[in-house]
């Protein structure tokens, strides 16, 4: 094989590595009227339309979020063009708090009883005070 054979190849094969680099950037998806299109995992766009009564969603238990250019931005009907992430994260579980005491989760003295929030009220309602007298 001669040196121009490899050069030839050489570019053929930097051609196609650069083409296929970008070929995901120029993705698109148009969604009709009242369909549904449930992403499981994070996808970049740079062209999206969303027609009237369409949905974008994740799977149950994550919620999907959009930017166009970084820009964070309402999922609703429309077209967008550019730098489109559409983002699926895990939704937060907050725990349950069951049985907490009654009056209050703070414990010690109640307002009103003379305990340390009343004199708290007080000194801050009469400042030379610190208890009622």
């Given amino acids: 094989m001669g040196k121009r054979n490899i050069r030839i190849l050489?570019?053929?094969?930097?051609?196609?590595?650069?083409?296929?680099?970008v070929a995901g950037c120029g993705?698109?998806?148009?969604?009709?009227?009242?369909?549904?299109?449930?992403?499981?995992?994070?996808?970049?766009?740079?062209n999206l339309t969303i027609a009237k009564d369409a949905t974008i969603k994740a799977?149950?238990?994550?919620?999907?979020?959009m930017t166009v250019n970084q820009i964070e931005t309402e999922i609703e009907p429309?077209?967008?063009?550019?730098d489109i992430v559409l983002t699926v994260?895990?939704?937060?579980?907050?725990?349950?708090?069951?049985g907490a005491?009654?009056?209050?989760d703070r414990g010690g003295a109640p307002a009103g009883a003379g305990g340390a929030p009343d004199r708290c009220l007080y000194a801050?309602?009469?400042?030379?005070?610190?208890?009622?007298?």
């Fill in 10 to 21: 050489s570019a053929i094969f930097v051609t196609a590595i650069l083409m296929m680099s």
């Fill in 27 to 46: 993705s698109q998806k148009s969604l009709e009227t009242g369909s549904t299109w449930e992403i499981a995992e994070t996808t970049k766009l740079a």
């Fill in 59 to 65: 799977p149950e238990g994550h919620s999907v979020t």
């Fill in 78 to 82: 429309g077209t967008y063009k550019g």
């Fill in 89 to 98: 994260t895990k939704d937060a579980q907050m725990p349950v708090m069951m």
């Fill in 101 to 104: 005491p009654s009056g209050g």
């Fill in 124 to 133: 801050c309602i009469n400042p030379n005070r610190t208890s009622r007298i």
